[in-house]
């Protein structure tokens, strides 16, 4: 018999599982017993206990901001940068808070060094947050923005490889983890292909940092932006850009915040101006930013290392295996989502024949799940049980 997570014996078999039990006992009161199955982490992430209690102690303190110090203020954002750094083996000097995805990516579209005629490559059919960005900046820039087609619904990394065997191409961005197939790309050997080449790379990390390890470092990527309100559990308005340490002084802002250059954490003299940007990627964060929802994103974080990012990670690829196994067992079900474990994280997409009718009869039974592009995604998390998955795959099957 598989054993259930969060049991004794489950623990002795893999140390990587967790005790869910115990954890929705601490984190996640509403999951245990409710009358919803909630696998939509890859839409919004639900918040732990100890982020709504971190948001109502600062909705107080906000309330009387008298009580709010400089120190206490600027002090959370330097947490986040530390935690940040810490989940993705970078340096703190290289992280700049921000409020979404979408401000890394327009940050890359807008301040990377990339003359007229340039080429831009994404895969087609990304999330429109990869898209736009570069569809702007070339009409703004005079640049050439071309997606690569996807085979069998999924990008075949060897044709995305070819495609920048042309001269012209000098900036690719993907997402690391795709929202409507699951395929999770090989950084490592794109990012490789990119340097050895000469060309940015960027990445759209949000559906798979919290699902999946990352080092920054192995990626060679030189902007990686994520989003911290679906896989980190972390409010909206709360998320953060990578920009590799070489890269920082490179670049200029391509918008201004009155604290990017330097000597503006000094209060008493704002007015002594000085245009000298900061030497680390603070220069590109855009204050004010929403210390609540960042001191709520550190309370999340704080868990994720209390866990152990490995360990979730383990149990999130349980879960996602669970339904990789049901989808092939099934000749009337489609998996869209590579079976593969090192080319999926956390969301796997399937694709009965008749998709609509199934979401409904889903949503009717209280499966929360996403329906995109013809397919039902399922996007477990740390929360989720087997019991958790199975329930929706007894739903699902013909």
Request: negative net charge.
């Amino acid at each position: 018999m598989t054993p259930t997570p969060g049991t004794a014996t489950s623990r002795q078999a893999d140390k990587r599982l967790l005790d869910v039990a115990a954890l929705r006992r601490r984190e996640f009161q509403w999951a245990e017993g409710g009358d919803e199955v909630f696998l939509n982490a890859a839409s919004t992430g639900p918040l732990p206990r100890r982020c709504i209690e971190a948001l109502g102690e600062w909705a107080e303190l906000r309330a009387t901001p008298h009580k709010l110090s400089d120190e206490k203020l600027f002090s959370t954002l330097a947490v986040s940068r530390e935690l940040v750094s810490r989940l993705i083996g970078a340096s703190p000097k290289e992280i700049a808070l921000a409020v979404n995805t979408g401000y890394g990516l327009n940050l890359a579209a807008r301040a990377l060094p990339l003359a007229p005629g340039d080429v831009i490559l994404t895969p087609d059919l990304e999330f429109l947050a990869n898209v736009y960005p570069w569809w702007a900046a070339a009409n703004e820039r005079d640049l050439e923005y071309r997606r690569i087609p996807l085979e069998n619904g999924v990008l075949n990394e060897d044709t995305f490889l070819e495609a920048l065997d042309d001269d012209d191409v000098k900036c690719v961005s993907v997402s690391w983890v795709d929202s409507a197939n699951g395929c999770r790309l090989d950084l490592e050997r794109l990012g490789r292909a990119c340097k050895e080449r000469g060309i940015w790379f960027v990445v759209d990390a949000i559906q798979g940092v919290g699902a999946c390890p990352l080092n920054v470092s192995e990626t060679q990527a030189d902007i990686i932006a994520c989003g911290a309100q679906k896989w980190l559990l972390s409010p909206w308005g709360s998320g953060f850009v990578y920009v590799r340490e070489e890269l920082v002084r490179d670049l200029e802002p391509p918008i201004v915040s009155w604290m990017a250059p330097k000597g503006t954490d000094d209060f008493r003299r704002l007015r002594d101006y000085d245009m000298t940007w900061r030497d680390d990627a603070r220069r590109f964060e855009f204050i004010t930013l929403p210390f609540q929802d960042f001191a709520g994103m550190n309370a999340s974080l704080e868990l994720f290392f209390e866990l152990g990012p490995d360990r979730v990670a383990g149990h999130i690829e349980q879960l996602a295996s669970e339904i990789v196994a049901w989808a092939g067992s099934q000749p009337r079900v489609e998996l869209i989502t590579p079976a593969e474990p090192e080319r999926r994280a956390g969301i796997v997409c399937v694709r009965p024949r008749d998709g609509q009718r199934v979401s409904e009869e889903l949503k009717a039974e209280g499966i929360v799940h996403s329906f995109r592009e013809g397919n039902i995604r399922l996007a477990p998390h740390m929360y989720n049980t087997l019991e958790d998955v199975r329930s929706a795959l007894h739903f699902m099957t013909p």
